[in-house]
């Protein structure tokens, strides 16, 4: 006889915690507080108080035919691995072999220009003083106006 207590006791449990969770999750569809000195109270105090449409089930639109299964989903990611197994093969560090680098590391020291190392001279010194004469000719202070 003792059996057949916790047989009876589980299903009360089980249908009271359900009912638990259900009062639990009704509280957050209450209508909340709304803070009066919000530019929007007005028309939130009116849109809480209007009762919208509910949808029926007709309205629940049909199932979608144009979704890949489950089979055509395992060919796509196969054929994607195989795309990447064929890529890290093509691509790894034994497949080719760097030749020739010195012919071409000479001729692009041959191109390359030696950047010039010279002091400034006077004219260039003139220049960049007239450069910055313009610069500061151009110049305005910022506006003390308040954006």
Same mark, same amino acid.
């Given at each position: 006889?003792?059996?057949?207590?916790?047989?009876?006791?589980?299903?009360?449990?089980?249908?009271?915690?359900? #009912?638990?969770a259900?009062?639990?999750?009704?509280s /957050?569809?209450?209508?909340?507080?709304?803070?009066? +000195? *919000?530019?929007?109270?007005?028309?939130?105090?009116?849109?809480?108080? !209007?009762?919208?449409?509910?949808?029926?089930?007709?309205?629940?639109?049909?199932? =979608?035919? %144009?979704?890949?299964?489950? @089979?055509?989903?395992?060919?796509?990611?196969?054929?994607?691995?195989?795309?990447?197994?064929?890529?890290?093969? %093509?691509?790894? =560090?034994? +497949?080719?072999?760097?030749?020739d680098?010195?012919?071409?590391? @000479? !001729?692009?020291?041959? *191109? #390359?220009?030696?950047?010039?190392?010279?002091?400034? +001279?006077?004219?260039?010194?003139?220049? +960049?003083?007239?450069?910055?004469?313009?610069?500061?000719?151009?110049? *305005?202070? /910022?506006?003390? !106006?308040?954006?």
């Amino acid at each position: 006889m003792n059996g057949a207590t916790g047989k009876i006791v589980r299903p009360g449990v089980l249908i009271a915690l359900t #009912a638990l969770a259900v009062s639990g999750c009704a509280s /957050p569809f209450k209508t909340a507080a709304i803070d009066p +000195t *919000s530019p929007v109270a007005e028309a939130t105090r009116v849109a809480a108080g !209007q009762k919208g449409r509910r949808p029926t089930f007709a309205e629940i639109p049909a199932v =979608p035919t %144009d979704v890949r299964g489950p @089979a055509r989903i395992k060919a796509v990611i196969e054929g994607e691995q195989r795309a990447a197994a064929k890529l890290r093969r %093509d691509a790894a =560090p034994e +497949t080719f072999k760097l030749k020739d680098t010195e012919a071409y590391a @000479a !001729q692009a020291r041959a *191109s #390359a220009k030696a950047p010039d190392f010279a002091a400034p +001279t006077e004219a260039d010194r003139a220049e +960049t003083e007239a450069f910055a004469a313009a610069a500061r000719g151009r110049a *305005s202070a /910022p506006s003390s !106006q308040p954006k």
